[in-house]
């Protein structure tokens, strides 16, 4: 019989823009206010790239604090992933790209797009590598640079999205610690509520887009709500039921950063306190699938887990996707 392995995070890291954008900035941007963003979505600022520079120099950053923490060399990496839909080329992918910046020349490389679900769904990949004792190292990471690709006429998309990296390295970790349970799925006919054209742009996303600029992302904010509030339920309920754990034994959620109401109204249908769910939304807005990640180093950073805690992870996003886990932290 083959052996199998336990998979958890080795270290983490994650990288953000210097140039902070605030609610009072965008106040001059388009017609929108501090109290009118602050009250709807949680949001008081968020980080974005300058224009000249490429988002993957923020994966590369991410990685590299990533890499120093798990104390691996980028040599040793057997396989790198990153989560985006934004990437600076189609090709050369962002993974290629970092795999190049890293010097990790051992490692195979692919882009993955789940959107916000990205960093869980690429999560999910490492875990069968490494359990199946197939790679020892997995790289996974989170970057987008959604600040490109925003319509900034539109008050109801520019003012809640930023830019952002998380990484975190993956890789064989004592019995009971590590990754217990993950769980991906996607509903493609919900899919025209939230979109990001690229080489295509049929008749129906013209016709729901304003402004010379057609490839820019736009959302339905209300379907994608209502979907998001009954999926992190049902996500974090699953993950539960799969690992035979309750949430009483759950030290920490750390969701996906959308909305400060979406994780509200999850944490009312979980029957959870608010000081249960881990919330950064207020300093980076929504990074997509960057949140997760970045939230994790985050809370990780602040000691408000230790070893031997049970963290649930969880998001939704475009396509729609979804995806949730439990990890036993190792470190």
Same mark, same amino acid.
């Given at each position: 019989?083959?052996?199998t392995?336990?998979?958890?995070?080795?270290?983490?890291?994650?990288?953000?823009?210097?140039?902070?954008?605030?609610?009072?900035?965008?106040?001059?941007?388009?017609?929108?206010?501090?109290?009118?963003?602050?009250?709807?979505?949680?949001?008081?600022?968020?980080?974005?790239?300058? $224009? @000249?520079?490429?988002?993957y120099? %923020?994966?590369? *950053?991410? !990685?590299?604090? &990533?890499?120093?923490?798990?104390g691996?060399?980028?040599?040793?990496?057997?396989?790198?992933?990153?989560?985006?839909?934004?990437?600076?080329?189609?090709?050369?992918?962002?993974?290629?790209?970092v795999?190049?910046?890293?010097?990790?020349?051992?490692?195979?490389?692919?882009?993955?797009?789940?959107?916000?679900s990205?960093?869980?769904?690429?999560?999910?990949?490492?875990?069968?590598?490494?359990?199946?004792?197939?790679?020892?190292?997995?790289?996974?990471?989170?970057?987008?640079?959604?600040?490109?690709?925003?319509?900034? $006429? @539109?008050?109801?998309?520019?003012? %809640?999205?930023? *830019?952002? !990296?998380?990484? &975190?390295?993956?890789g064989?970790?004592?019995?009971?610690?590590?990754?217990?349970?993950?769980?991906?799925?996607?509903?493609?006919?919900?899919?025209?509520?939230?979109?990001?054209?690229?080489?295509?742009?049929?008749?129906?996303?013209?016709?729901?887009?304003?402004?010379?600029?057609?490839?820019?992302?736009?959302?339905?904010?209300?379907?994608?709500?209502?979907?998001?509030?009954?999926?992190?339920?049902?996500?974090?309920?699953?993950?539960?039921?799969?690992?035979?754990?309750?949430?009483?034994?759950?030290?920490?959620?750390?969701?996906?950063?959308?909305?400060?109401?979406?994780?509200?109204g999850? !944490?009312?249908?979980?029957?959870?306190?608010?000081?249960?769910?881990?919330?950064?939304?207020?300093?980076?807005?929504?990074?997509?699938?960057?949140?997760?990640?970045?939230?994790?180093?985050?809370?990780?950073?602040?000691?408000?887990?230790?070893?031997?805690?049970?963290?649930?992870?969880?998001?939704?996003?475009?396509?729609?996707?979804?995806?949730?886990?439990?990890?036993?932290?190792?470190?």
């Amino acid at each position: 019989m083959s052996r199998t392995y336990n998979c958890g995070i080795l270290g983490l890291g994650s990288s953000i823009p210097e140039k902070v954008l605030t609610n009072f900035d965008l106040e001059k941007i388009v017609d929108t206010s501090d109290k009118w963003i602050s009250k709807r979505t949680g949001i008081s600022q968020r980080r974005v790239l300058d $224009k @000249d520079t490429p988002a993957y120099e %923020l994966g590369v *950053d991410a !990685a590299r604090k &990533a890499l120093d923490d798990a104390g691996i060399k980028a040599e040793e990496l057997d396989l790198i992933i990153v989560a985006t839909e934004t990437p600076d080329y189609l090709t050369p992918s962002m993974s290629c790209i970092v795999q190049s910046k890293l010097g990790a020349r051992k490692a195979a490389a692919f882009d993955l797009n789940a959107a916000c679900s990205g960093f869980i769904y690429g999560m999910s990949v490492a875990n069968q590598f490494i359990k199946t004792g197939h790679y020892k190292y997995v790289l996974v990471i989170g970057c987008e640079g959604l600040s490109k690709i925003l319509d900034w $006429k @539109d008050r109801n998309t520019c003012v %809640l999205f930023g *830019d952002g !990296a998380g990484a &975190a390295v993956f890789g064989p970790v004592e019995e009971e610690y590590g990754v217990i349970t993950t769980y991906i799925g996607a509903d493609g006919e919900l899919g025209k509520n939230l979109t990001l054209p690229c080489c295509f742009i049929g008749p129906e996303d013209v016709e729901v887009r304003t402004g010379d600029n057609k490839k820019v992302l736009w959302m339905d904010g209300s379907e994608v709500f209502k979907f998001a509030v009954r999926i992190m339920e049902q996500g974090a309920n699953r993950v539960l039921e799969d690992s035979g754990l309750s949430m009483e034994d759950i030290k920490l959620i750390i969701p996906h950063q959308a909305n400060i109401r979406i994780l509200e109204g999850a !944490a009312k249908r979980l029957k959870v306190p608010k000081e249960k769910v881990f919330t950064n939304l207020h300093k980076y807005g929504n990074i997509s699938s960057a949140s997760i990640p970045l939230g994790l180093d985050e809370a990780y950073r602040e000691k408000l887990f230790s070893k031997g805690d049970n963290l649930i992870l969880v998001g939704f996003g475009g396509g729609l996707t979804w995806g949730s886990a439990i990890i036993r932290w190792n470190k």
